[in-house]
């Protein structure tokens, strides 16, 4: 077989076989087959697309490329939740604790960000001590005893989609249907879950910037899911603005605990109820989403979601003080609010260019070797459909460096689309694809 027949092949728009894909998939993870080739594939790929079949080969072949963990040491049935990316994106954080909380098994995997805001780790080492280093005994166990773990994902996972990935990047090709499905798939599959419940974000702020590119996206991931014999639900989410309030980890991180307090930001929560419903429905711990919600609602309100949320955190070695207190956490040296010189309604907050600026002031990684800053990023006062006068406080930065927070303060503002007509709102959840 020759890489270079594949290329021919794609191009011309025909499909190819189970025997192709394992081919380029196996040599290209060995460093067999070069960059170039595999670069002239994907956007063969990119322009002809996948079928559903060469879909589901893509996926089997980068998840048989690595390691696939065996979780058959933990009781019960585990779902694995997913984002494709968002700006903000808190619910981790809290729907973990939540569903914890009512026997279903969490066991994460999960990476450093790279981008607007850190990954779940980070976020999660705002806790003092927080550690996810442990060896698998361990996270089984604490898995088993409380429910939830979250570990550091080894590189051995789907290795062939992390070179993937870093060559889609840098060559125009991350923004199909077929490489973003397999390329998620691929790594929820070898972590080893039963069940997969997926949020499909939509808008300025996702790789999917309609609802209809969405769902065709969610289609095909609950097609791979189904067709590899893990039910798989997704719920198309809008990212037309952060969710939430706070982006940035430590800031995220006390959201996260207002929510689970019971007083957090209202789009935040419905998010999580329903991706956790969903968690609950498919762990069969509830018969129905409508039954699972309001069990989920009932581990707020009896505080069984915060307690969870700190023996899930003491497990792994982080101080727990800050969860009572969140005044306890690092603060950033400078709050800066950021003024509206209008009056008007939010119409839009470019939620792409909000992660962005949270980047800049520390909150994110340029490149793998950047160092976080926990403590800085941005709150939003104002959301979208909110009324606004002139003089009104908007946002604030939270900056470490004066310098940066001027900076984020003149770009904050021009996230900011404030209009005379109120827009027509747009829903939160778009669709649910089962
Ligand atoms: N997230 C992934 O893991 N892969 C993609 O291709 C896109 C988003
Ligand atoms: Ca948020």
Do not use: W
Request: with cysteine; hydrophobic share 40%; net charge negative.
């Amino acid at each position: 077989m020759r890489m270079y027949d594949l290329i021919l092949k794609k191009r011309n728009n025909e499909e190819l076989s189970t025997e192709e894909i394992q081919f380029f998939i196996k040599g290209y993870t060995e460093g067999v087959i070069p960059d170039y080739q595999v670069s002239a594939l994907l956007m063969a790929i990119y322009f002809n697309k996948m079928t559903k079949r060469e879909t589901a080969d893509l996926t089997m072949a980068m998840v048989n490329s690595g390691e696939i963990l065996d979780l058959s040491g933990i009781e019960g049935i585990k779902v694995d939740k997913h984002s494709t990316g968002g700006v903000g994106d808190t619910t981790t954080l809290v729907l973990a604790p939540m569903v914890a909380a009512l026997g279903v098994p969490v066991a994460k995997m999960s990476g450093r960000g790279l981008g607007h805001t850190g990954g779940t780790i980070d976020k999660l080492e705002s806790f003092k001590g927080f550690s996810v280093e442990m060896t698998n005994e361990k996270f089984m166990s604490n898995v088993n005893n409380i429910k939830v773990a979250v570990g550091a994902q080894t590189s051995n996972l789907a290795p062939a989609d992390k070179k993937l990935y870093a060559l889609r990047d840098v060559t125009g090709t991350v923004e199909n249907v077929s490489l973003i499905a397999s390329s998620i798939m691929s790594k929820k599959i070898a972590s080893g879950a039963d069940c997969i419940v997926l949020d499909v974000k939509v808008g300025e702020g996702a790789f999917m910037k309609t609802p209809a590119m969405a769902e065709e996206l969610a289609k095909e991931m609950v097609d791979i899911g189904t067709h590899l014999g893990r039910k798989t639900v997704a719920v198309i989410s809008d990212m037309d603005q952060p969710l939430g309030f706070a982006v940035g980890n430590n800031l995220e991180v006390i959201e996260a605990i207002n929510t689970l307090k019971g007083h957090g930001p209202k789009d935040l929560l419905e998010l999580c109820l329903a991706l956790g419903s969903n968690m609950v429905v498919l762990a069969k711990k509830a018969d129905t989403v409508e039954q699972a919600r309001e069990m989920l609602m009932e581990t707020i309100t009896s505080g069984k979601a915060i307690a969870k949320l700190k023996e899930f955190v003491k497990a792994q070695g982080g101080d727990i003080e800050c969860i009572d207190d969140t005044n306890k956490f690092e603060k950033a040296k400078s709050l800066i609010p950021v003024y509206s010189d209008k009056n008007g309604f939010v119409n839009k907050i470019h939620a792409e260019k909000v992660g962005l600026i949270a980047m800049e002031l520390g909150a994110g990684r340029a490149t793998k070797e950047s160092v976080i800053d926990l403590s800085v990023g941005i709150v939003l006062e104002k959301k979208r459909s909110d009324e606004v006068r002139e003089g009104d406080v908007i946002a604030y930065i939270y900056a470490n460096d004066e310098k940066l927070g001027e900076i984020a303060k003149k770009k904050l503002k021009e996230c900011y689309v404030i209009e005379n007509v109120k827009k027509e709102e747009i829903p939160l959840i778009h669709n649910i694809i089962n």
